[in-house]
Antibody, heavy 122, light 107 residues
């Protein structure tokens, strides 16, 4: 089965850091661009960051630029999101998602993980 | 950057009725538009991409149309499991963006 499983969420104080992981299985991970999308409680979806297949190119939402870093380890079939200087407004469910096509360009997201919850609170 | 809007915010219909959900982009996104369904407590599920192409395994009662700035998701005959939230997303330029969603609830 094609699957993405996130981990690493939790409760962190404002200004703190957290590293999310996303383990991929059932497909050739290195062939797909990957993404992080978040959803605050009761709110809509917000694109956070994307990374191309080799990791050469990364893209960030303005709201996280300079604080978050997306990376991947194709040897481990894993995607990461390093989150620093966390704020209350970063509180959300964080999903990793796969591009629908393996074209290394902007795309829809066809496979999503179950999400990992990040809560930023003192 | 492109801003996505959806209307209505809530659509109240009865089972068996036809649902028409709208999505608008602040500038042209060509046909680079996707629709997602999200059930409570679950991750979003891709229904439609390229504005009108149904994902394999998605019921034929879901159809998408439009191009440029105006898009529509139509659910031909609402089933009980369809009364959930739907999001549109453009992926034409950076940054990609989602609409705020339309909740379809039972009248």
């Amino acid at each position: 089965d094609v699957q993405l499983v996130e981990s690493g969420g939790g409760l962190v104080k404002p200004g703190g850091s957290l590293r999310l992981s996303c383990a991929a299985s059932g497909f050739t991970f290195r062939s797909y661009s990957m993404n992080w999308v978040r959803q605050a409680p009761g709110k809509g979806l917000e694109w956070v960051a994307s990374i191309t297949t080799s990791g050469t190119y990364t893209y960030y939402a303005d709201s996280v630029k300079g604080r978050f870093t997306i990376s991947r380890d194709n040897a481990k079939d894993s995607l990461y999101l390093q989150m620093n200087i966390l704020r209350a407004e970063d509180t959300a469910m964080y999903y990793c998602a796969r591009d629908y096509n393996n074209y290394d360009v902007l795309d829809a997201y066809d496979i999503w993980g179950q999400g990992t919850m990040v809560t930023v609170s003192s | 950057e492109v801003v996505m809007t959806q209307s209505p915010a809530t659509l109240s219909l009865s089972p068996g009725e036809r649902a028409t959900l709208s999505c608008r982009a602040s500038q042209s996104v060509n046909s680079n538009l996707a629709w997602y369904q999200q059930k409570p407590g679950q991750a979003p599920r891709l229904l439609i991409y390229s504005a009108s192409t149904r994902v394999t395994g998605i019921s034929a009662r879901f159809s998408g149309s439009g191009a440029g700035t105006e898009f529509t998701l139509t659910i031909a005959s609402l089933q009980s499991e369809d009364f959930v939230v739907y999001f549109c997303q453009h992926y034409n330029t950076w940054p990609p963006a989602f609409g705020p969603g339309t909740k379809v609830d039972i009248k």
